[in-house]
């Protein structure tokens, strides 16, 4: 540890005496410094041990060593060394009062000990402190090592906290803590997820420190380059020393390279990944499962689901990670967490377009891509289509599900639609666009000019004639007419239109338009769409 007044007292050769500030002796001293200044306070940096022979004090004046005395300790000068037998025989009464009111250590120099020396004394202490940290670290460098080339990322962290006396603990980019020691700290680390995904948002190398002094943690990004892969939290009671600085250093460098390493392994999994959806798209089932072998080959015996993901077309680009990357990594987060096979493809120019993924049905990364719709997938400006379960011998037909799903999702401008709302609701939603109701509005236009006039209620009659099936009675009484002025009314509608409504094609249109527009408020007439 650095040198303290403590320690300074306690060295035979200097012959320093304690007049003043017993309580605080166990500070520790960072330089030591001269000045003869009556305000040396522009020149200090805090942390200094003033020596001064009292040659421009007003020593005896006590409302002026109250003044000094206050200006020494507001600049963070931790003691003040005072030689005797130069100016002053003794150290005169009114700055030992000041010093005792203040609480500020107050050494006595004799005339037989240079200041020099005391300056010597304490540069001597500083390097010596300085080599023990940097062998201290070095040590803990081969250690982490050691750590690392033998046991892995678990072994490093558990090393790591044994060094900082404290505790340590790795996250994924989602924030998820993946090893942590002691085994105490597990949910102290878990509450860090959030300030972890803010730290995702910088640019790496990024840090950050949270807590309070009593629990202070450091955050620390992971990865090369500009993208953030992981982070290290290390919880201490204070703020690092020099040796424990070496090794976090230490640590974040081998956390780094298994990272690297392991997406580089991520990446070769990638390709491998690709050859088998083109396999199953092609209607080669058995190919997938030989090219896949252990690595996909349990994905391939149960159902999965295939999603799309694209960024919408509209949204802003934003500085950060790619938004597909960072679903990419939130989907093989928690298949790593829960131990499931997954796999991700991106498509397009260097997989800037798309990314597709094949997932177990009902496991963990199908229930993470759902809840990171409902969080992020939104304001990431993405979008994503996610197919029915299915089996390798129909992963093409899914495949058209997930990008039917993906269609229906870019109109509605939701986040995210499965295929089971399409195969099981309504076609009407399908026609919620501006194409759809622009073409409603031409179609049935004209009716409704002709009903603005006040010469009948042509869109209302058609609406029950259709309803009803063309069954002219049924349909007449839900109007409160004759059959025979339904009948005239039907003829007006073909006249107008122009088209005959024995045409099956032309019925499908008109009630298609009708559902489109809506229907009308009673008592009031109907109006077109738009």
Not at 162 to 176: C, I, K, M, P, R
Not at 246 to 258: E, P, R
Not at 307 to 318: R, Y
Not at 338 to 352: D, R, Y
């Amino acid at each position: 540890m650095p040198p303290t007044l403590a320690s300074l007292v306690q060295h035979s050769a200097l012959k320093l005496t304690v007049r003043a500030g017993e309580d605080r002796l166990d500070t520790p001293v960072r330089w030591a410094h001269v000045s003869e200044l009556t305000d040396p306070v522009p020149y200090m940096e805090g942390g200094e041990l003033l020596l001064t022979t009292g040659l421009t004090l007003d020593a005896e004046d006590p409302e002026a060593m109250r003044r000094y005395v206050r200006r020494l300790l507001g600049a963070g000068v931790v003691g003040l060394g005072f030689a005797v037998g130069v100016n002053y025989e003794d150290i005169p009464a009114a700055l030992l009062e000041a010093a005792g009111e203040e609480h500020l250590p107050l050494l006595e120099v004799p005339r037989r000990t240079p200041f020099l020396a005391i300056s010597k004394a304490v540069s001597a202490a500083i390097a010596a402190d300085q080599y023990r940290a940097v062998t201290a670290g070095f040590e803990a460098q081969r250690e982490l090592t050691r750590a690392a080339l033998a046991e892995g990322p678990d072994a490093v962290v558990a090393r790591l906290a044994a060094h900082v006396d404290g505790w340590a603990a790795l996250y994924d980019t989602s924030g998820t803590v993946l090893a942590v020691a002691p085994e105490w700290a597990t949910r102290r680390a878990a509450r860090l997820t959030a300030d972890v995904e803010r730290l995702r948002e910088r640019p790496a190398p990024a840090s950050a420190v949270v807590g309070g002094t009593d629990d202070r943690v450091e955050l620390q990004s992971l990865g090369t380059g500009r993208r953030v892969r992981g982070a290290l939290a290390v919880g201490t009671g204070a703020p690092l020393g020099t040796a424990e600085r070496y090794a976090v250093h230490s640590a974040i460098a081998l956390l780094t390279l298994t990272t690297e390493r392991s997406r580089s392994l991520q990446a070769a999994e990638q390709r491998l990944g690709a050859a088998v959806l083109r396999m199953l798209l092609a209607g080669q089932p058995d190919h997938a499962r030989g090219v896949a072998g252990d690595l996909y080959g349990g994905l391939l015996d149960a159902p999965f689901r295939l999603l799309i993901a694209e960024p919408v077309a509209s949204a802003e680009p934003k500085e950060g990670e790619p938004p597909l990357a960072v679903l990419a990594e939130t989907l093989e987060a928690a298949a790593a967490r829960a131990g499931e096979s997954v796999l991700t493809v991106p498509e397009g120019p260097e997989g800037g377009e798309r990314l597709v993924v094949l997932a177990g049905d009902g496991g963990a990364v199908v229930t993470a891509c759902e809840a990171y719709a409902t969080r992020e997938a939104e304001e990431a400006g993405l979008v994503v289509g996610l197919s029915a379960p299915t089996g390798p011998i129909a992963a093409a037909a899914a495949y058209k599900q997930a990008e039917q799903a993906l269609s229906v999702a870019r109109r509605r401008g939701r986040a995210l639609v499965e295929h089971e709302e399409l195969a099981a609701g309504s076609v009407l939603p399908l026609l919620a666009d501006d194409a759809v109701r622009a073409f409603a509005d031409g179609l049935l236009r004209a009716l409704y000019e002709h009903d603005a006039t006040g010469r009948g209620d042509l869109v209302a009659s058609l609406r029950a004639w259709l309803s009803r099936h063309g069954q002219w009675d049924a349909a007449a009484a839900d109007l409160g007419v004759h059959r025979h002025t339904l009948r005239y009314r039907m003829r007006r509608v073909e006249e107008i239109l122009g088209r005959s409504l024995d045409d099956p094609d032309v019925r499908m249109e008109l009630w298609l338009a009708l559902k489109t527009t809506g229907e009308p408020t009673p008592g009031t007439p109907a109006k077109p769409a738009g």
